[in-house]
């Protein structure tokens, strides 16, 4: 099983790691790394291996979760099973994704809490941010007002902080079960990604430390996707 990096440390930019196994010469599984694993709707880090006995490089251009492992898909072929790398992420496309997804935790938290909105889906790349949410007596001003206000919160700059509790702990807490749709039987430990003194929630993505790395949302386009269903696109600037 991969040793998730990012889960500990979010601001790990490079690591030392050993090759597990290599298949079709290209999909690299490592014992750990730093790469987060397209998920969740935040998209993957991209970056680069470099191996320790030769420095050659290999280009990491996807990772992708298959069951307990991260995999990684490589442009160079040549790895080898037991090779010692060092992995440096494109620690720019990293830090624009976190910031994103920590923005879609905002949003959320804002439409949840001041219109009871509920956030159906996400889609975070570099550059673009996409929120589906249920949205029965939709106004566009309300969207525009929670935008404000998610805003304001940023501004305050609250931090973010996360850490783990256990299945049962997580049960008698209804402020998070409300979020726990579909967690796997066999987790007993989960990671609470906290949002100090403004939300909390079962989280295994990557986010900034402090709300004011975010920037600023700004609305893009708002579409009707059907009865209730809309589609918020936002960038960050
Ligand atoms: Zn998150």
Known sequence: MTKALYLEDMYLKEFEAVVESVSEEKFIVLDQTAFYPKSGGVDNDSGIFRRLSDNKEFKVIFARKIENEISHEVEELGLEVGDKILGI?????????????????????????????????????????????????????????????????????????????????????????????????????????????????????????????IGKIQIQKIQNKGKNNRRLYFELI
């Open 89 to 213: 992420l494109d620690w720019n496309r990293r830090f624009e994704l976190m910031r994103y997804h920590t923005a879609a935790h905002v949003l959320s938290g804002v439409f949840f809490n001041e219109g009871n909105v509920k956030v159906t889906g996400n889609n975070l790349v570099l550059g673009k941010g996409r929120i589906d949410f249920n949205f029965p007596n939709f106004e566009r001003d309300l969207v525009e007002k929670f935008v404000e206000r998610s805003n304001e919160i940023i501004q305050s700059d609250l931090n973010v902080e996360s850490h783990y509790i256990t299945r049962d702990e997580l049960e008698q807490d209804a402020s998070l079960m409300k979020l726990n749709m579909g967690l796997p039987k066999n987790i007993k430990h989960v990671r609470i990604v906290d949002i100090k003194t403004f939300d909390k929630q079962p989280d295994g993505g990557c986010h900034v430390s402090h709300l004011g790395e």
